[in-house]
């Protein structure tokens, strides 16, 4: 089993970046099976109907979510209706949806399940380790992908270690860079601390420079606003399977620029 995993995507810009290029990813690397993170695929924070749609026609087999999952409130109206969207497994407002899914590819299973960490979030959630533990308990063996939204880089370490060979694959979202730190853990599950953003390139993780300068340096109250330049970037991860083991034989990143071009 092949998965191409697409980190954030960030707004339009995002959206586009990814339609352009998703069907020439999946043939180039044999792709069986595509998930992205689309927590940020409305104007830069939650995601609307017509965006989730918008994906899922373009190929994108299911979206997971993160802290801003409830930003838009038009997500209240359509998430129970939405069979390939996840939402974090561990929020205690719940909002519909499930934190995990099973897929079937090929008479295949694969379980996705989406995780909010704790370090440096505002989110009001369960622990966890102990969410991962008790869904584990209760679920059969499968192919299972894990999608840790979180900030901290020990946080998502440390979860993946605890969960090695449990799960096939935790792979990080949340800070919209793609680090270099992909690998197999010991006992063959997948990681990397995040798979990085699908978005403005040349702005500061997908918003303007000028406001996020502003807030971040000179606390200023300017509101993000998303950067719609013409040059993007697409970061993804691919992972391959073994169908049997459930375990992991590989993991690579995808780090493309475009010089330029930004349709629709």
């Known amino acids: 089993m092949?998965?191409?995993?697409?980190g954030d995507i960030v707004g339009r810009n995002g959206r586009q970046v990814v339609k352009r290029h998703l069907q020439e990813l999946v043939d180039k690397h044999r792709i069986d099976f595509v998930i992205a993170n689309g927590e940020n695929a409305t104007h830069g924070k939650g995601l609307i109907e017509k965006h989730y749609d918008e994906l899922i026609?373009?190929?994108?087999?299911?979206?997971t979510l993160g802290n801003h999952y409830a930003r838009k409130s038009d997500i209240l109206r359509f998430i129970d209706e939405a069979a390939c969207l996840v939402r974090p497994l561990n929020i205690l407002h719940l909002?519909?949806?499930?934190?995990?899914?099973?897929?079937?590819?090929?008479?295949v299973k694969i379980r996705v399940t989406n995780i909010l960490g704790t370090a440096f979030m505002l989110e009001n959630v369960n622990?966890?380790?102990?969410?991962?533990?008790?869904l584990l308990s209760e679920v059969e063996d499968e192919i299972h992908i894990v999608d840790f939204h979180g900030e901290a880089t020990a946080e998502k370490m440390a979860f993946a270690y605890a969960f090695d060979g449990l799960v096939s694959a935790v792979v990080g979202t949340h800070t919209h860079v793609q680090t270099r730190d992909y690998r197999l853990l010991p006992n063959q599950t997948?990681?990397?601390?995040?798979?990085?953003?699908?978005?403005?390139?040349?702005?500061?993780?997908?918003?303007?420079k000028e406001e996020v300068i502003n807030r971040t340096l000179f606390g200023s109250k300017d509101v993000f606003q998303l950067d719609e330049g013409d040059?993007?970037?697409?970061?993804a991860i691919v992972i391959e399977i073994d169908d049997v083991s459930k375990k992991a034989r590989d993991i690579f990143p995808i780090y493309l620029i475009e010089s330029g071009r930004n349709d629709g």
């Open 2 to 6: 092949r998965i191409l995993f697409f």
């Open 190 to 208: 997948a990681y990397i601390s995040d798979i990085g953003m699908c978005g403005a390139y040349n702005g500061v993780i997908g918003f303007r």
């Open 231 to 235: 040059q993007s970037l697409l970061s």
């Open 127 to 134: 622990h966890p380790y102990q969410a991962l533990k008790d």
């Open 57 to 63: 026609e373009a190929g994108i087999d299911v979206i």
């Open 95 to 107: 909002i519909g949806g499930s934190g995990s899914r099973v897929f079937e590819v090929n008479n």
